[in-house]
């Protein structure tokens, strides 16, 4: 008896465990943690109002909203890729050209990218070297003004 319950203590520890949602264990660098507007997505700017945001955490975990839709996921670093893992993302209805962007948005987001941040600019780009996504930084500056 006691034997058995030791079997079925042991597998609901493994069930638990397995439910666990992985957070990622990367070093994410300085410079690329923070929050980051979309200025271009695929060479179709952006629409200003609602922002599509970009948030990089030091946990190695991303978030935002696409423009209409909160998402979040986890990350994964090798040098200058950056693969954003699978987006969970909320399913709320926006006017069409606002579904439209952040579709490209989070499209984006799905493939294995290179990055680059220069000054208060973070640019996305594809395996060919083209740039997919150009973002710039959503946190004040010490003179209180966003870059």
Sequence with gaps: MLNALSVASCACVLIELASVRPV???????ELIGSWRAEDVGDGG???DPEAVLDIREDGTYGGIGGCNMFTGVLSLSERTIAFGSVEAGRTICAPAIMEQEQRFLGTLKKELTWKVDGATLTLTGPDGASVMRLTSAQPTSSGITG
């Design 24 to 30: 990622a264990a990367v070093n994410v660098p300085g």
């Design 46 to 48: 952006a629409i200003g």
